[in-house]
């Protein structure tokens, strides 16, 4: 079987819309129903990223495209920037992606009406990925990576860029380090937009992604030196897809720790499902998945927070 597919920009019939399973509602601003107040020097730095793509796209541009805030968004402005028919929305497919995620990054890239390539990658064959290192994202995307730049090759495209926008590298991205070693733009960062900037440049464009929770990979739910197995992956997807049919919205993770799953819920939502009744349907809900114990973290969705195991309530 092939490791590469493509895909025209037609969304599969009675799809929903993009984003909704991972709990972001497409609200009326979404829409377009509501106008939105860019500040001058934003509309200013999304004219330089409009500018960097249209000179980056010839013959065409790939885009490392999850279906999240900064990748959609990157790929909106280039369609409009470039046109449609010179870029390419590359997904990584693999177990740590969730097949809604994978449904969801589809669809949006067909609203775009860009070209998609699901591309399979294999980094569970990788040994020092599997033993989930501190820098196991590094291992990863050089998986990743490497297989785009050979795709690209092959294809004639010179230019690959991800969603790294200027936020992101504060932060300690080993991730990032393999993109760059393999020749990887990050036009979002180049330019100095952050999230915030990008989810108000979005929520102007009608994007449904504006509002949209973060959603990693599944694997970041496994503390540091937990392997990464299949089976531990499918039991936190199928933990979060539970969750999210009972209509858990926002920030959403399940942590594996063993026999035991520390759901982590947005501030908002831990109000919500802080009952007897409610952990009764979170802890039936995860258990479903084959978790043993179920523990809702009273502190609320933290990110980088897969480490911790106290300050947790049994459900």
């Given at each position: 079987?092939?490791?590469?597919?493509e895909h025209d920009a037609t969304p599969p019939s009675g799809a929903q819309e993009p984003g909704g399973s991972r709990g972001a509602p497409a609200s009326a601003a979404a829409a377009g129903d509501e106008?939105?107040?860019?500040?001058?020097?934003?509309?200013?730095?999304?004219?330089?990223?409009?500018?960097?793509?249209?000179?980056?796209?010839?013959?065409?541009?790939?885009?490392?495209?999850?279906?999240?805030?900064?990748s959609t968004y990157l790929a909106a402005v280039a369609a409009d920037a470039a046109g449609p028919a010179r870029v390419v929305a590359v997904i990584g497919t693999s177990a740590s992606l969730a097949d809604?995620?994978?449904?969801?990054?589809?669809?949006?890239?067909?609203?775009?009406?860009?070209?998609?390539?699901?591309?399979?990658?294999?980094?569970?064959?990788?040994?020092?990925?599997?033993?989930?290192?501190?820098?196991?994202?590094?291992?990863?995307?050089?998986?990743?990576?490497?297989?785009?730049?050979?795709?690209?090759?092959?294809?004639?495209?010179?230019?690959?860029?991800?969603?790294?926008?200027?936020?992101?590298?504060?932060?300690?991205?080993?991730?990032?380090?393999?993109?760059?070693?393999?020749?990887?733009?990050?036009?979002?960062?180049?330019?100095?937009?952050?999230?915030?900037?990008?989810?108000?440049?979005?929520?102007?464009?009608?994007?449904?992604?504006?509002?949209?929770?973060?959603?990693?990979?599944?694997?970041?739910?496994?503390?540091?030196?937990?392997?990464?197995?299949?089976?531990?992956?499918?039991?936190?997807?199928?933990?979060?897809?539970?969750?999210?049919?009972?209509?858990?919205?926002?920030?959403?993770?399940?942590?594996?720790?063993?026999?035991?799953?520390?759901?982590?819920?947005?501030?908002?939502?831990?109000?919500?499902?802080?009952?007897?009744?409610?952990?009764?349907?979170?802890?039936?809900?995860?258990?479903?998945?084959?978790?043993?114990?179920?523990?809702?973290?009273?502190?609320?969705?933290?990110?980088?927070?897969?480490?911790?195991?106290?300050?947790?309530?049994?459900?």
């Amino acid at each position: 079987m092939s490791d590469v597919s493509e895909h025209d920009a037609t969304p599969p019939s009675g799809a929903q819309e993009p984003g909704g399973s991972r709990g972001a509602p497409a609200s009326a601003a979404a829409a377009g129903d509501e106008p939105v107040d860019v500040p001058d020097a934003v509309r200013a730095k999304e004219a330089l990223l409009a500018e960097w793509l249209r000179a980056h796209a010839h013959p065409a541009l790939a885009i490392g495209f999850s279906g999240g805030v900064d990748s959609t968004y990157l790929a909106a402005v280039a369609a409009d920037a470039a046109g449609p028919a010179r870029v390419v929305a590359v997904i990584g497919t693999s177990a740590s992606l969730a097949d809604d995620q994978h449904a969801d990054a589809r669809a949006l890239a067909a609203r775009l009406g860009v070209r998609v390539v699901d591309l399979a990658t294999h980094e569970m064959a990788d040994p020092r990925y599997v033993a989930n290192p501190s820098n196991r994202c590094y291992f990863c995307k050089s998986e990743l990576w490497t297989r785009v730049r050979a795709w690209a090759a092959e294809q004639g495209v010179e230019t690959i860029a991800d969603g790294t926008n200027a936020d992101d590298v504060r932060g300690h991205r080993p991730g990032a380090v393999a993109g760059r070693e393999r020749g990887v733009h990050s036009p979002l960062a180049h330019v100095g937009l952050g999230k915030d900037e990008i989810r108000i440049l979005s929520r102007a464009r009608g994007l449904p992604t504006w509002d949209a929770p973060s959603s990693p990979c599944l694997a970041s739910r496994l503390p540091y030196g937990t392997p990464v197995t299949h089976a531990r992956l499918r039991q936190v997807e199928g933990a979060e897809r539970a969750l999210r049919a009972l209509g858990l919205a926002g920030d959403l993770r399940v942590r594996h720790h063993g026999e035991l799953a520390r759901v982590e819920l947005s501030r908002a939502e831990l109000g919500r499902w802080l009952s007897p009744a409610g952990m009764r349907a979170i802890r039936s809900a995860v258990r479903q998945a084959g978790f043993a114990r179920v523990a809702v973290d009273l502190r609320g969705f933290r990110s980088g927070s897969l480490n911790v195991l106290e300050g947790v309530t049994a459900a």
